[in-house]
């Protein structure tokens, strides 16, 4: 069952940011953390920062889009 991760860091432009990510394990929300951040803003996985990681409830993620993916019990696909 995933947990929902906060994801907590800087990047070396000096931008911070939290995120609120789905995973198995702290790696993966790391992992996804690179990925999001890389994307959207163009940067490296050397110019990212992470600070911290830390398994929040889903009554406290303020993320829809994470609470919405919690409350599925299976995904079909044809």
């Known amino acids: 069952m995933p947990r929902i991760y906060k994801v907590i860091g800087e990047t070396t432009t000096g931008m911070k940011f939290k995120l609120e990510v789905l ?5 993966d929300a790391i992992e996804k953390a690179y990925s ?3 994307s959207r803003h163009k940067l490296s996985r050397t110019q990212i920062r992470i600070k911290d ?4 409830s ?3 993620a303020s993320s829809e889009e994470v609470k919405l993916l919690m409350s599925i019990d299976k995904v079909i696909k044809y």
């Not at 995973?23 to 790696?27: A, I, L, R, S, V």
């Not at 990681?53 to 929040?56: M, S, T």
């Open 23 to 27: 995973g198995e394990k702290p790696y």
């Open 53 to 56: 990681v830390v398994v929040i």
């Open 36 to 38: 999001l951040i890389g």
């Open 58 to 60: 889903p009554e406290d």
